[in-house]
């Protein structure tokens, strides 16, 4: 049963930096779609960032070019770094994972998730 645990969140001022964790508890095959979404107060949980098991990454339009995700060589920690933060992007951030190679943009469809991590810019 794999259990996923996000770290690295905090607050941090406008245009500030952070890099997110997400440990797997076991070794999790490359060929899953891992991802993370956030969810900010009063709002729907969306995705922002996707790896999928071939290696793409996508993006949410609202977070390209600032936010980049990435996994260590060991396939046990799933990165997010976020750049140029902005008071939008607080929220708490989701590690989560899937059986398959492909990743969806809606939630549901995530069958792995991690306990969250707050992040608060101002």
């Known amino acids: 049963h794999v259990q996923l645990v996000e770290s690295g969140g905090g607050s941090v001022q406008t245009g500030g930096s952070l890099r997110l964790s997400c440990v797997a508890s076991?070794?999790?095959?490359?060929?899953?779609?891992m991802a993370w979404f956030r969810q900010a107060p009063g709002k729907e949980r969306e995705g922002v960032a996707f790896?999928?098991?071939?290696?793409?990454?996508t993006y949410a339009d609202s977070v390209r070019g600032r936010f980049l995700i990435s996994k260590d060589a060991a396939n046990l920690t799933l990165y997010l770094h976020l750049n140029s933060l902005q008071s939008d992007d607080t929220a708490v951030y989701y590690c989560a994972a899937r059986e398959r190679s492909a990743c969806p943009v809606v939630a549901g469809l995530y069958t792995i998730w991690g306990q969250g991590t707050q992040v608060t810019v101002s």
């Open positions: 076991v070794y999790m095959h490359t060929n899953r779609c």
């Open positions: 790896l999928g098991g071939a290696g793409s990454k």
